[in-house]
T-cell receptor, first 114, second 116 residues
Framework: ETGVTQTPRHLVMGMTNKKSLKCEQH?????MYWYKQSAKKPLELMFV???????ENNSVPSRFSPECPNSSHLFLHLHTLQPEDSALYLC?????????????FGQGTRLTVV | AQSVTQLGSHVSVSEGALVLLRCNYS??????LFWYVQYPNQGLQLLLK??????LVKGINGFEAEFKKSETSFHLTKPSAHMSDAAEYFC??????????????FGKGTHLIIQP
């Protein structure tokens, strides 16, 4: 398997549930990202991990909790979400080196909060 | 701080016609610029990128873009549209002086419609 893989592809959860999104990259990259894509809004950068350390957290509510156990895996733990959190969540990875800043994206997890 | 403006949330062209999608950026450091394409229910696929060097960059599927520093623009073009080009297109920027882990700032996207 190559590229960036996200599971599950679709998730429906209640507001009191706890779930996790998983991302795995097979590209040898050392930076990973979570983005949120909502209807009619630009892609929003949520979290950045570089060399397994979180380097950016763009004022994301605490009901979203990222985890990066190693350079190949990234998780997004979800709890007590709101209906407005329904969106496509995209994981991406890149190589932390000048001139190679392009990010490679997974196919996303379509999250619906009911 | 960086930002991206994509003019036109929807662009419609006839099959075989020129495609022009506009992107203007703002960056306090030399930028790296990207165009991505997204098909329904899919992630983003890189079309092309500008980092340094030649200002006219060629990408996949016959697309190209030209970096114009004086106009702070990075417009995407394709000489002849194909039905399979119908998708959402995103322009993005990141700081070129960074280590490649700054994250991308995206425009709102342009939905390209191809008329038969």
């Amino acid at each position: 398997e190559t590229g960036v893989t996200q599971t599950p592809r679709h998730l429906v959860m209640g507001m009191t549930n706890k779930k996790s999104l998983k991302c795995e990259q097979h590209l040898g990259h050392n930076a990973m990202y979570w983005y949120k894509q909502s209807a009619k809004k630009p892609l929003e950068l949520m979290f950045v991990y570089s060399l397994e350390e979180r380097v950016e957290n763009n004022s994301v509510p605490s009901r979203f909790s990222p985890e990066c156990p190693n350079s190949s895996h990234l998780f997004l733990h979800l709890h007590t979400l709101q209906p407005e959190d329904s969106a496509l969540y995209l994981c991406a990875s890149s190589h932390r080196q000048q001139g190679r800043a392009e990010a490679f994206f997974g196919q996303g997890t379509r999250l619906t909060v009911v | 701080a960086q930002s991206v403006t994509q003019l036109g949330s929807h662009v419609s062209v006839s099959e075989g016609a020129l495609v022009l999608l506009r992107c203007n950026y703002s960056s306090s450091v030399p930028p790296y610029l990207f165009w991505y394409v997204q098909y329904p229910n899919q992630g983003l696929q890189l079309l092309l990128k500008y980092t340094t060097g030649a200002t006219l960059v060629k990408g996949i599927n016959g697309f190209e873009a030209e970096f114009k520093k004086s106009e702070t623009s990075f417009h995407l073009t394709k000489p002849s549209a194909h039905m399979s080009d119908a998708a959402e297109y995103f322009c993005a920027v990141t700081g070129g002086s960074g280590g490649g882990a700054d994250g991308l700032t995206f425009g709102k996207g342009t939905h390209l419609i191809i008329q038969p």
